[in-house]
């Protein structure tokens, strides 16, 4: 399975979604200069940082008026915010430390209408337009276009993966890169064969069960061996916190630079 066409890619794209997460700037306007920039989805992350429900509701409004996916992500597999994020009007949900093929499943769970499971029949839903349906349609159009994403970060989840992939109902496995180094023992050392490997073992479980596969917190230099390389449908290139500091270091040693001379 590639990654669906609500992320900005059809099925038979052959180049990846690029995406920008958001830890701090949980604001409308992030996702109009995330557009401008040429990325095709944001994260609004609500696992690190500020970032809560209110402001992920208006950054889904202007990612769906705005043609740009808004995926949420949130604490973890019990976070009761998993299927909020979606009738806040997210185009899907990547959920991490999902650990285990139990974690897959109550995932799956939540976000998922019966008989599929046991997900609560919301209201009219930002994603439809607020349209007022009948349940049997509103359920119908809800689930057609979200993306249930499961992160790997860990030992465990390194060795259920294979569980994990299979689980009806998750669309896609993401790393989590400094997570799962430093779950495998390998804190810092990203560049790491081991950590190769361990990527390698997650893009083809996600490709033997059909799901997507995605990466998150690679550095550039790695994108190709450990992202391209493997069939990755989503990359999330860097976070706005990364891409202000980096940038701005070296635009500010630069000009340092300048007057030293």
Do not use: W
Not at 31 to 60: C, K, T
Not at 160 to 179: E, W
Not at 183 to 193: E, K, N, S, T, V
Request: with cysteine; hydrophobic share 45%.
């Amino acid at each position: 399975m590639s990654i669906r066409s609500n992320l900005g890619q059809d099925e038979n794209a052959t180049s990846p979604a690029y995406g920008l997460a958001f830890c701090v700037l949980g604001r409308a306007e992030a996702v109009l200069m995330a557009r401008g920039a040429g990325f095709d989805f944001v994260v609004a992350d609500m696992e690190h940082g500020p970032i809560g429900l209110g402001e992920l509701g208006q950054m889904a409004a202007t990612g769906l008026a705005a043609g740009l996916p808004v995926l949420g992500r949130v604490t973890g597999p019990n976070s009761p915010d998993i299927a909020r994020v979606l009738d806040c009007g997210a185009s899907g949900v990547i959920v991490p430390h999902v650990d285990s093929p139990e974690d897959a499943q109550r995932v799956a769970r939540a976000c998922r209408f019966a008989p599929r499971g046991g997900r609560a029949l919301p209201g009219p839903l930002p994603a439809l337009d607020y349209a007022l349906v009948p349940a049997k349609e509103l359920v119908e159009r809800a689930e057609r276009n979200v993306e249930v994403i499961a992160m790997i970060e860990s030992a465990p989840a390194l060795a259920a993966v294979d569980q994990i992939a299979a689980t009806p109902g998750i669309d896609m496995l993401m790393i989590g890169t400094n997570d799962l180094a430093d779950g495998i023992g390998l804190r810092g050392q990203i560049d790491h064969p081991a950590l190769l490997e361990a990527f390698q073992r997650i893009a083809s479980a996600a490709a033997r069960h059909g799901c997507g596969f995605g990466v998150m917190g690679l550095p550039e230099a790695l994108v190709e061996s450990h992202a391209l390389a493997l069939g990755a449908r989503a990359i999330v290139a860097t976070n706005e916190t990364n891409l202000i500091l980096e940038g701005g270091a070296a635009l500010i040693g630069r000009l340092r630079g300048k007057v030293s001379r």
